[in-house]
């Protein structure tokens, strides 16, 4: 039923739903190591597939909107470090990719919505 929670892996999935990738090691276009996240209202158990655990709040992050299909997010996050740096902000974390609108919801990619946050704190 729409607006109702979903259970997925024995967990309440949050509604709207809210997940998003976790770049491990700072961005790259090859050879990443990403973790997918997916709030829920209430936790499952862990398994060898699913894993759960509390995120810590990142106190300061740089967000950048990104519309259009995934193969622009590259020359984003570069433009994105290339900004932080000019403005004194060192990275402070993995940056992670939000993914609002994309394949799934949107049959045009220039539609697609992806929001970087990069976890940053003054140099």
Request: with cysteine; charged share 25%; net charge negative.
């Amino acid at each position: 039923m729409p607006g109702l929670p979903t259970s997925r892996y024995n967990a309440i999935v949050r509604f709207p739903g809210y997940c998003y990738t976790i770049e491990h090691g700072g961005y790259k276009p090859e050879n990443i190591d990403i973790e997918y996240c997916e709030a829920v209202t209430s936790k499952g158990p862990d398994s060898s597939l699913i894993k759960f655990k509390e995120i810590p709040e990142v106190p300061l992050a740089a967000c950048l909107k990104v519309f259009g299909p995934y193969e622009k997010l590259h020359d984003n996050y570069v433009e994105l470090f290339a900004f932080l740096e000019k403005e004194g902000y060192k990275i402070a974390g993995d940056p992670r990719a939000v993914y609002i609108d994309g394949i799934w919801n949107q049959e045009d990619a220039e539609k697609w919505l992806t929001i970087i946050q990069v976890p940053v704190e003054k140099a």
